[in-house]
């Protein structure tokens, strides 16, 4: 699942994945775990997310292998913000032909940038289980707590307006050419992420099949 910060991967990811019937594996929900935990790994983590930068490669490249490694992976999962640069894609292509494993879909989510903006800034998320809400746009039932596990809402610290002039600079310099060889290998998918949750949603289902997306 590729698209800007603030794009829908998250909100989408989620119901795509119950969809498939694999698990979400989202780089970005990883690392923001490592750090509530304290882990050395989420302390190298720390200064490069705050500042809206790619975390080193090595790092993000050996934790999603290591959950690749995991029992409930072992259909497939559903990739969520990872790989985000070329090296971190030629580390993925490679790690999953040592398995016998590829690549089958990629979408993409297309949102232009003005609303990226709008969306980060209102951007809800819950410390228990990292759903997204929006408070205009997807405002939870109960105001401040997550509609799925009552976790506490709370605002990320790079959804202020200057780190998210940054990470969509970073996406538009590494991330974008990721997209562009996924086209090339003819796997992509576009989806028009400018709609409503829903509509998007459904457009994701009719996108990506289960037998293609998933090895039996
Ligand atoms: P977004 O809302 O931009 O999709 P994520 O939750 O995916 O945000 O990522 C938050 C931050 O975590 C990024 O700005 C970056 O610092 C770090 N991060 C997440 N995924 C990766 C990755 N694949 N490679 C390097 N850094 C990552
Ligand atoms: P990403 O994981 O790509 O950074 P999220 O899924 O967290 O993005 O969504 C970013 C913000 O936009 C969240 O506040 C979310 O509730 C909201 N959002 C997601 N999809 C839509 C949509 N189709 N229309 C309006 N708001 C959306
Ligand atoms: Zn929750």
Redesign the pocket.
């Known amino acids: 699942m590729l698209g800007a910060?603030?794009a829908g991967?998250?909100t989408q990811a989620r119901f795509l994945s119950a969809t498939l019937g694999v698990p979400m594996v989202?780089?970005?929900?990883l690392?923001?775990e490592h750090r509530q935990r304290g882990t050395d790994l989420g302390r190298a983590?720390q200064e490069?997310?705050d500042r809206?930068?790619?975390?080193p490669?090595e790092v993000?490249v050996d934790m999603i292998v290591h959950r690749l490694d995991a029992p409930d992976a072992i259909a497939g999962v559903l990739l969520?913000?990872?790989?985000?640069?070329a090296a971190?894609a030629d580390a993925l292509e490679a790690r999953l032909t040592e398995r016998g494993g590829a690549i089958r879909v990629a979408v993409y989510v297309d949102v232009p940038t003005s609303v990226l903006v709008e969306r980060?800034a209102g951007r809800w998320m819950c410390r228990g289980c990292q759903a997204s809400f929006h408070e205009l746009f997807h405002p939870p039932a109960i105001a401040s707590a997550c509609d799925t596990c009552g976790g506490e809402l709370y605002q990320r610290a790079?959804d202020k307006r200057e780190v998210v002039t940054n990470?969509v600079a970073v996406y538009l310099r590494d991330t974008l050419p990721v997209v562009a060889r996924y086209e090339r290998q003819g796997i992509l998918r576009r989806i028009d992420g400018n709609q409503s949750i829903d509509v998007v949603k459904q457009a994701l289902r009719e996108a990506v099949s289960v037998e293609e997306a998933i090895s039996v």
């Open positions: 910060p603030g991967k998250g989202a780089s970005g929900d690392l923001r983590a490069f997310m809206g930068d790619l975390v490669d993000v969520d913000g990872f790989p985000r640069n971190q980060l790079d990470r």
